[in-house]
């Protein structure tokens, strides 16, 4: 039974891609452990996503530990943990594992070209990733990065659209191009002094998303707000996705072979690496089938490999005779090498200024709704604060009425009733008409919601001489994302067509076979 | 004539308005009026507007009564006034039982007017270039995702998402104007059948529609069930499930593109195809073979079967014999197969096909008739007095919203659907050798007139007066506090004054009913060609019952939906 090397990769790049994605929960975990919020927190989070998350993260931590502190069995050991939570901070594109420093090497190179200078902390920074790809070549590409995963699922939707006889289409990028995006890169930031290559670098954007989301997650929660925020997701989700859509269906190893600028500088310095694929020239069938499963692209049938392969070893496992093998060229050599890099770890420190967590202030914001509306001559301003209240929190009615033309400000009384407009129709009204209190020349309300939904509030004025009512709508507390069911409802409508296509495909088949 | 004297109208009513730019508020209703074009009266050194002279009147004869009070007034808008309405009630019942009789017997021969719009350079050479109906049809794609983008994450504030205003307002309001100019111009640009067909070039099974289900009644099961959700439900005023309707339509759309061949749901399933199909035949713009001499020596029938250059008729229609508007979508495909450029694109009086014989169907007359039914009940939701209806008959059968709202409908449904019933049996009294199935399905078409010009009435208020919000929510269509045409701040006015609408609505309600009339006439001739007036009594009847319901609708107050939207 043949050991097949891909599970194993998939397992480590899932593992990457689950830190990322739990580097800013611990962060959080870690900030509510120091402020000694979090028993507060775990209470006002139980039973949502966000509680699960900030658990997860205390389960990981505390894998064997004992649950003592100060010498009292069974209490949180808070030091411990935030000890703990403090060994993963940043993501694939920067990070501080264990104390250890790690920077990308494009990261590195691209800050370098922009600031037009070496400072001390990046050297240590870049120095175990820069050994480690001479010693490995390519290594980060295939078994880190999570681009991996992209392009491996576009391989499996390039399956399927074959399989449903779709023909997707086959365009070929020359593998030089990625050299040309990063030179141009590079010159672009040390011209204009601004890293422009991270915007377009999968690790940095996956680890960019990840950040966004949880910290919006977590300070909506924090206002009880608990849907997920997904617009928190920007312009980086949209082009994963399109990256996933073009290597399905029009080139397929698009990006990593061809134009990943991070792809260029590891395949440079991964030119005489030490780990590498050798054929064992008697057993090898001429078969064709390792420079078929090559995802760069690359023959290691007739030994082409060069400086671009990944040591991801789908060949290995694509070999019927096990012809190829994967070790050290030189053991010396290695052995050295990987000293170096041990010995660089040790004194390696964090590099300042990443991007691993950060508190927005402005988020979340508490919009106003401002309404307006014109009676005869007056204008009158409704506003709500905040402008979407939250049930059984009092919120603000604002009225203020005027005459635009002369400046004259409405000296009448103003009443104001408040309605739930209910969702199979009809109306409860819960407030009022209460007359208004007033401040200056404002007219003030407060009413408190009593749960989410649709509601009317309605303006009893007299303007002009006349009775007026006016009729305002409000939406209160946080109406659930349509993203759920849309998903739902797009996922069965591509289960659709695939059972259509399906349907026609065997149709067509049965039709040929006739005779 | 006719049009050139409505857009008089509402022009010469727009002029008026720009004479000043005070507005006032008319005691008795409560309305916004401008100064320049009020009535106004001095009472105790104060001068107060009015609206019309419906409510000058009524504040002449007891002042006291309007003073500022306690008592406060609905937002509502007037109806049309006592003596416009007695007047119109009047107009109606001498052109139905004795001025249209004498003027009745010339009519037919003006019908068959037609300017050929081919025969204008051009004309041609666009229908048949692959960008005409494409590139309309992907805009409009593009626009329809957007809103309902909009609808689905934008703010879910009506006052704020473009959605409910766009979709409810303008589009489903504007769609009856559009087809009495352009017919089904709207199917031709149809967002649904774009994105369904773009999905169906990539996979479709060409299954045959159900045999069974040949026919509009999934059509019209549909359009009861939206009226039911959209007046019931209030969707008009919740951006969400606004969007979510029209993505349900899409999802029917998409699936019947893959699985039925050609424009199946086109056909037979969508309620807005069939509504506008029937009131389509209204319409003054028609597809038709130019010679029948060329399509009768043509062997090919390419317009029906398809060729390397456009597919077949996409609604299963021959264009060659096509002698209705009902099925016939726009889509010029006719135009680029025909390989003798027999196809025309006619400029015709409004009407026409009411005059033609075509094969009236029992599926058809019902959806004149629900259309009847249906467009009375929407004007019926939305007076004063339909809130307390419901709640009446919640309170005194003890049942819920839903059910006194669903028992309210169904009654509005059944009553005219009766009458008519009952009506058609005394005509068939007089109708030697008629089935009563077949003058119950042919003078149902003589409803439809009668339908559509109360359609328009109702929706010129709409239109006319809350239309033009849509200049601001352009700018900002999701609530995000965008400026994207810098008309985000703009408080658009009305498009026409109140008595103008007034003048609009009530022209428009006599029109129906002449149309009506003259269709009843010739299906009575139809029917016994030597009957005389008596045999079309009963039907003659029952339109004049219709219409005065309609002109009454109208005397009602309006309520106007919510303030900021």
Same mark, same amino acid.
């Given at each position: 039974?043949?050991?097949?090397?891909?599970?194993?990769? +998939?397992?480590?790049?899932?593992?990457v891609?689950?830190a990322i994605?739990m580097a800013p929960?611990l962060a959080?975990?870690?900030?509510?452990?120091?402020?000694?919020?979090?028993?507060?927190?775990?209470?006002?989070?139980?039973?949502?996503?966000?509680?699960?998350?900030?658990?997860?993260?205390?389960?990981?931590?505390?894998?064997?530990?004992?649950?003592?502190?100060?010498? *009292?069995?069974?209490?949180?050991?808070?030091?411990?943990?935030?000890?703990?939570?403090r060994n993963l901070y940043g993501s694939a594109w920067s990070a501080r594992v264990?104390?250890l420093s790690l920077t990308d090497?494009?990261a590195?190179?691209?800050?370098?070209?922009?600031?037009?200078?070496?400072?001390?902390?990046?050297?240590?920074g870049?120095?175990?990733?820069?050994?480690?790809?001479?010693?490995?070549?390519?290594?980060?590409?295939?078994?880190?990065?999570?681009? &991996?995963?992209?392009?491996?699922?576009?391989?499996?939707?390039?399956?399927?659209?074959?399989?449903?006889?779709?023909?997707?289409?086959?365009?070929?990028?020359?593998?030089?191009?990625?050299?040309? *995006?990063?030179?141009?890169?590079?010159?672009?930031?040390?011209?204009?002094?601004?890293?422009?290559?991270?915007?377009?670098?999968?690790p940095a954007?996956v680890g960019r998303?990840s950040h966004?989301? /949880?910290?919006?997650?977590?300070?909506?929660?924090?206002?009880?707000?608990?849907?997920?925020?997904?617009?928190?997701?920007?312009?980086?989700?949209?082009?994963?996705?399109?990256?996933?859509?073009?290597?399905?269906?029009?080139?397929?190893?698009?990006?990593?072979?061809?134009?990943?600028?991070?792809?260029?500088?590891?395949?440079? /310095?991964?030119?005489?690496?030490?780990? +590498?694929?050798?054929?064992?020239?008697?057993?090898?069938?001429?078969?064709?089938?390792?420079?078929?499963?090559?995802?760069?692209?690359?023959?290691?049938?007739?030994?082409?490999?060069?400086?671009?392969?990944?040591?991801?070893?789908?060949?290995?496992?694509?070999?019927?005779?096990?012809?190829?093998?994967?070790?050290?060229?030189?053991?010396?050599?290695?052995?050295?090498?990987?000293?170096?890099?041990? &010995?660089?770890?040790?004194?390696?420190?964090h590099i300042l200024g990443i991007p691993h967590y950060a508190?927005?202030?402005?988020?979340?914001?508490?919009?106003?709704?401002?309404?307006?509306?014109?009676?005869?001559?007056?204008?009158?301003?409704?506003?709500?604060?905040?402008?979407?209240?939250?049930?059984?929190?009092?919120?603000?009615?604002?009225?203020?009425?005027?005459?635009?033309?002369?400046?004259?400000?409405?000296?009448?009384?103003?009443?104001?009733?408040?309605?739930?407009?209910?969702?199979?129709?009809?109306?409860? #009204? /819960?407030?009022?008409?209460?007359?208004?209190?007033?401040?200056? #020349?404002?007219?003030?309300?407060?009413?408190?919601?009593?749960?989410?939904?649709?509601?009317?509030?309605?303006?009893?004025?007299?303007?002009?001489?006349?009775?007026? #009512?006016?009729?305002?709508?409000?939406?209160?507390?946080?109406?659930?994302?349509?993203?759920?069911?849309?998903?739902?409802?797009?996922?069965?409508?591509?289960?659709?067509?695939?059972?259509? +296509?399906?349907?026609?495909?065997?149709?067509?088949?049965?039709?040929?076979?006739?005779? | 004539?006719?049009?050139?004297?409505?857009? @008089?109208?509402?022009?010469?009513?727009?002029?008026?308005?720009?004479?000043?730019?005070?507005?006032?508020?008319?005691?008795?209703?409560?309305?916004?009026?401008?100064?320049?074009?009020?009535?106004?009266?001095?009472?105790?050194?104060?001068?107060?507007?009015?609206?019309?002279?419906?409510? =000058?009147?009524?504040?002449?004869?007891?002042?006291?009564?309007?003073?500022?009070?306690?008592?406060?007034?609905?937002?509502?808008?007037?109806?049309?006034?006592?003596?416009?309405?007695?007047?119109?009630?009047?107009?109606?019942?001498?052109?139905?039982?004795?001025?249209?009789?004498?003027?009745?017997?010339?009519? @037919?021969?003006?019908?068959?007017?037609?300017?050929?719009?081919?025969?204008?350079?051009?004309?041609?050479?666009?229908?048949?270039?692959?960008?005409?109906?494409?590139?309309?049809?992907?805009?409009? %794609?593009?626009?329809?995702?957007?809103?309902?983008?909009?609808?689905?994450?934008?703010?879910?504030?009506?006052?704020?998402?473009?959605?409910?205003?766009?979709?409810?307002?303008?589009?489903?309001?504007?769609?009856?104007?559009?087809?009495?100019?352009?017919?089904?111009?709207?199917?031709?640009?149809?967002?649904?059948?774009?994105?369904?067909?773009?999905?169906?070039?990539?996979?479709?099974?060409?299954?045959?529609?159900?045999? %069974? %289900?040949? !026919?509009?009644?999934?059509?019209?099961?549909?359009?009861?069930?939206?009226?039911?959700?959209?007046?019931?439900?209030?969707?008009?005023?919740?951006?969400?499930?606004?969007?979510?309707?029209?993505?349900?339509?899409?999802?029917?759309?998409?699936?019947?593109?893959?699985?039925?061949?050609?424009?199946?749901?086109?056909?037979?399933?969508?309620?807005?195809?069939?509504?506008?199909?029937?009131?389509?035949?209204?319409?003054?713009?028609?597809?038709?073979?130019?010679?029948?001499?060329?399509?009768?020596?043509?062997?090919?029938?390419?317009?029906?079967?398809?060729?390397?250059?456009?597919?077949?008729?996409?609604?299963?229609?021959?264009?060659?014999?096509?002698?209705?508007?009902?099925?016939?979508?726009?889509?010029?495909?006719?135009?680029?197969?025909?390989?003798?450029?027999?196809?025309?694109?006619?400029?015709?009086?409004?009407?026409?096909?009411?005059?033609?014989?075509?094969?009236?169907?029992?599926?058809?007359?019902?959806?004149?008739?629900?259309?009847?039914?249906?467009?009375?009940?929407?004007?019926?939701?939305?007076?004063?007095?339909?809130?307390?209806?419901?709640?009446?008959?919640?309170?005194?059968?003890?049942?819920?919203?839903?059910?006194?709202?669903?028992?309210?409908?169904?009654?509005?449904?059944?009553?005219?659907?009766?009458?008519?019933?009952?009506?058609?049996?005394?005509?068939?009294?007089?109708?030697?050798?008629?089935?009563? @199935?077949?003058?119950?399905?042919?003078?149902?078409?003589?409803?439809?007139?009668?339908?559509?010009?109360?359609?328009?009435?109702? !929706?010129?208020?709409?239109?006319?007066?809350?239309?033009? =919000?849509?200049?601001?929510?352009?700018?900002?269509?999701?609530?995000?506090?965008?400026?994207?045409?810098?008309?985000?701040?703009?408080?658009?006015?009305?498009?026409?004054?109140?008595? @103008?609408?007034?003048?609009?609505?009530?022209?428009?309600?006599?029109?129906?009913?002449?149309?009506?009339?003259?269709?009843?006439?010739?299906?009575?001739?139809?029917?016994?060609?030597?009957?005389?007036?008596?045999?079309?009594?009963?039907?003659?009847?029952?339109?004049?019952?219709?219409?005065?319901?309609?002109?009454?609708?109208?005397?009602?107050?309006?309520?106007?939906?919510?303030?900021?939207?």
């Amino acid at each position: 039974m043949k050991v097949r090397v891909w599970p194993l990769r +998939r397992a480590v790049q899932l593992g990457v891609l689950f830190a990322i994605l739990m580097a800013p929960v611990l962060a959080r975990y870690e900030h509510y452990m120091s402020a000694r919020s979090y028993e507060k927190m775990e209470k006002a989070f139980a039973g949502r996503a966000v509680g699960v998350w900030l658990k997860a993260a205390e389960g990981l931590l505390g894998v064997g530990l004992r649950w003592e502190e100060g010498g *009292v069995v069974g209490r949180r050991p808070r030091k411990r943990l935030i000890e703990r939570a403090r060994n993963l901070y940043g993501s694939a594109w920067s990070a501080r594992v264990f104390g250890l420093s790690l920077t990308d090497l494009l990261a590195g190179f691209e800050s370098a070209a922009a600031s037009r200078g070496l400072r001390a902390v990046l050297v240590t920074g870049l120095a175990v990733p820069l050994l480690l790809t001479m010693l490995l070549g390519r290594v980060y590409c295939a078994w880190v990065c999570p681009m &991996g995963l992209v392009s491996a699922l576009a391989r499996q939707l390039r399956r399927l659209l074959v399989f449903l006889e779709l023909k997707p289409l086959s365009v070929e990028l020359s593998r030089a191009d990625k050299y040309a *995006v990063l030179a141009v890169g590079v010159f672009a930031a040390a011209l204009t002094g601004l890293p422009l290559l991270h915007h377009l670098y999968p690790p940095a954007i996956v680890g960019r998303e990840s950040h966004a989301l /949880f910290q919006a997650w977590f300070d909506r929660s924090e206002a009880e707000m608990f849907s997920v925020p997904w617009q928190a997701l920007g312009a980086g989700t949209l082009l994963l996705g399109l990256l996933l859509i073009i290597e399905a269906a029009v080139v397929p190893g698009f990006w990593c072979r061809a134009l990943c600028p991070g792809g260029a500088l590891y395949s440079l /310095f991964g030119r005489f690496r030490l780990l +590498r694929v050798t054929r064992k020239k008697a057993a090898c069938i001429d078969c064709d089938l390792c420079d078929r499963a090559c995802p760069m692209g690359l023959q290691p049938m007739s030994d082409k490999t060069g400086m671009e392969c990944d040591n991801c070893l789908a060949c290995l496992d694509a070999c019927p005779t096990d012809a190829l093998k994967v070790g050290f060229v030189k053991k010396v050599g290695a052995a050295a090498v990987l000293l170096a890099a041990l &010995g660089v770890s040790a004194s390696a420190h964090h590099i300042l200024g990443i991007p691993h967590y950060a508190y927005d202030k402005e988020w979340p914001q508490a919009p106003v709704l401002k309404l307006v509306e014109k009676v005869g001559e007056w204008e009158v301003q409704f506003t709500g604060y905040p402008g979407r209240p939250k049930p059984g929190v009092r919120a603000d009615v604002t009225v203020y009425v005027w005459d635009p033309a002369t400046s004259a400000v409405y000296d009448g009384s103003i009443r104001l009733e408040a309605a739930q407009v209910r969702a199979l129709g009809g109306q409860r #009204t /819960f407030f009022g008409p209460e007359e208004s209190r007033r401040n200056g #020349t404002l007219h003030k309300f407060s009413v408190t919601y009593p749960e989410d939904g649709n509601y009317e509030l309605t303006l009893h004025l007299t303007a002009g001489g006349v009775p007026s #009512t006016l009729r305002f709508p409000l939406v209160v507390g946080d109406p659930p994302s349509p993203w759920r069911p849309l998903g739902l409802g797009t996922g069965a409508f591509v289960m659709f067509f695939v059972a259509a +296509r399906a349907v026609r495909i065997k149709r067509a088949r049965r039709q040929r076979t006739a005779p | 004539m006719v049009l050139a004297g409505l857009i @008089g109208l509402v022009g010469l009513d727009w002029a008026r308005q720009g004479g000043g730019d005070k507005t006032a508020i008319d005691p008795v209703c409560a309305m916004e009026v401008r100064h320049g074009v009020a009535d106004s009266v001095l009472h105790e050194g104060r001068r107060f507007y009015f609206c019309s002279s419906y409510c =000058k009147d009524a504040f002449e004869k007891a002042p006291e009564a309007y003073r500022p009070a306690d008592a406060p007034a609905e937002h509502t808008m007037r109806g049309i006034p006592t003596w416009m309405y007695q007047a119109g009630v009047g107009f109606i019942i001498v052109l139905s039982f004795g001025l249209f009789e004498l003027l009745g017997r010339r009519s @037919g021969r003006a019908l068959e007017a037609r300017f050929d719009l081919t025969r204008l350079p051009g004309v041609r050479a666009a229908l048949k270039s692959p960008l005409m109906p494409a590139l309309p049809r992907a805009v409009l %794609a593009a626009l329809f995702l957007a809103v309902v983008a909009a609808g689905l994450f934008g703010d879910q504030n009506p006052a704020m998402n473009i959605a409910p205003l766009l979709t409810w307002t303008v589009w489903w309001a504007g769609l009856i104007f559009l087809i009495l100019f352009a017919g089904k111009a709207w199917c031709t640009v149809c967002p649904w059948d774009a994105v369904a067909s773009a999905t169906a070039r990539f996979e479709r099974l060409k299954l045959p529609w159900p045999r %069974a %289900a040949r !026919n509009i009644w999934p059509a019209v099961a549909l359009f009861l069930a939206l009226t039911w959700v959209e007046l019931g439900a209030g969707i008009t005023l919740i951006p969400r499930a606004t969007a979510w309707v029209a993505l349900a339509m899409l999802a029917m759309a998409v699936v019947s593109a893959v699985l039925f061949e050609r424009k199946s749901f086109c056909r037979y399933g969508c309620l807005v195809g069939r509504v506008s199909g029937l009131y389509a035949m209204f319409s003054s713009l028609e597809v038709r073979a130019a010679d029948a001499g060329t399509c009768a020596a043509c062997r090919t029938q390419d317009c029906y079967r398809g060729n390397a250059k456009a597919d077949g008729c996409p609604t299963f229609e021959f264009p060659r014999s096509m002698s209705l508007n009902t099925y016939c979508i726009l889509c010029a495909d006719c135009f680029k197969t025909c390989p003798h450029d027999n196809m025309a694109l006619r400029l015709r009086p409004w009407g026409a096909d009411l005059a033609v014989e075509g094969k009236p169907r029992a599926d058809e007359a019902w959806l004149a008739l629900v259309l009847l039914a249906m467009t009375g009940f929407h004007g019926l939701t939305m007076t004063p007095s339909w809130p307390r209806w419901v709640a009446g008959l919640q309170e005194s059968w003890g049942v819920g919203y839903w059910t006194s709202f669903s028992l309210l409908m169904t009654l509005m449904l059944g009553l005219p659907a009766a009458l008519y019933a009952v009506l058609v049996k005394a005509a068939l009294a007089r109708t030697p050798g008629a089935s009563y @199935g077949g003058v119950f399905v042919r003078y149902a078409y003589a409803l439809l007139p009668i339908a559509l010009f109360y359609h328009l009435a109702h !929706n010129a208020e709409h239109f006319l007066m809350e239309g033009p =919000k849509l200049l601001r929510l352009a700018s900002d269509p999701f609530g995000w506090g965008w400026n994207l045409f810098g008309t985000a701040a703009w408080r658009p006015v009305p498009l026409i004054t109140l008595e @103008g609408l007034w003048g609009v609505q009530l022209a428009l309600v006599v029109l129906g009913h002449v149309y009506s009339l003259w269709v009843t006439e010739r299906a009575a001739r139809r029917a016994s060609p030597a009957g005389g007036f008596l045999p079309q009594l009963p039907m003659v009847t029952a339109m004049v019952a219709f219409s005065v319901f309609s002109l009454w609708l109208l005397r009602q107050p309006m309520q106007m939906r919510v303030s900021g939207m």
